[in-house]
Antibody, heavy 119, light 105 residues
Framework: QVQLVQSGAEVKKPGASVKVSCKAS????????IHWVRQAPGQGLEWMGW????????HYAQNFQGRLTMTRDTSITTAYMDLSGLRVDDTAVYYC????????????WGQGTMVTVSS | ETVMTQSPDTLSVSPGERATLSCRAS??????VAWYQQRPGQPPRLLIY???SRATGVPARFSGSGSGTEFTLTITSLQSEDSAVYYC???????FGQGTKVEIK
């Protein structure tokens, strides 16, 4: 069973950047898009964007254009989400998720990374 | 962006009864809709993809239907462990509904 393991919790000041990692347990996951989704405390899910680990191509939600960068390192089966210009309302749990083998829905999820933005 | 609107916001159902959750898309998403279950403190879990296909390991009491702009998740014979928030998602251009909280009476 493929697993996605994310990096640990972060506390940042407003205006700073945060980089969250997401490591797949199997190299076969290289062929499957990775998405990032966030969830503010007590709120719903917000889709942020995806990365194609093979090509490095990305697509971001309009809300994050200019602040969000997704990258990957195929040699270590790890994807990264970098969010800059942090604001207090960026405080959330950030999830990475992998599409399924037979669907573009998000079948495998990381455990989540809490990012707290506070002065 | 395609807006997904779920109803109701909260649903209170007795054990063993049926729960019906709705999701409406602001434009046609064909059948590119998934449903997820999220329990407190856990990541979402994929239940249904392609509007009506159950994901691996999902109990048969969960079923999905619909196409175009109207979609439904049905949970028959509700069990205590089904208490959670349920989200629909369209993966044409990617957006989630606001969620429906299912409570057990």
């Amino acid at each position: 069973q493929v697993q996605l393991v994310q990096s640990g919790a972060e506390v940042k000041k407003p205006g700073a950047s945060v980089k969250v990692s997401c490591k797949a347990s199997e190299f076969s996951s290289i062929g499957y898009y990775i998405h990032w989704v966030r969830q503010a405390p007590g709120q719903g899910l917000e889709w942020m964007g995806w990365i194609n680990p093979n090509s490095g191509a990305t697509h971001y939600a309009q809300n994050f254009q200019g602040r969000l960068t997704m990258t990957r390192d195929t040699s270590i089966t790890t994807a990264y989400m970098d969010l800059s210009g942090l604001r207090v309302d960026d405080t959330a749990v950030y999830y990475c998720a992998r599409v399924g083998e037979v669907t573009d829905a998000l079948e495998i999820w990381g455990q989540g990374t809490m990012v707290t933005v506070s002065s | 962006e395609t807006v997904m609107t779920q109803s109701p916001d909260t649903l209170s159902v007795s054990p063993g009864e049926r729960a019906t959750l709705s999701c409406r898309a602001s434009e046609s998403v064909i059948n590119n809709v998934a449903w997820y279950q999220q329990r407190p403190g856990q990541p979402p879990r994929l239940l249904i993809y392609a509007a009506s296909s159950r994901a691996t390991g999902v109990p048969a009491r969960f079923s999905g239907s619909g196409s175009g702009t109207e979609f439904t998740l049905t949970i028959t014979s509700l069990q205590s462990e089904d208490s959670a928030v349920y989200y629909c998602q369209q993966y044409n251009n990617w957006s989630f509904g606001q969620g429906t909280k299912v409570e057990i009476k």
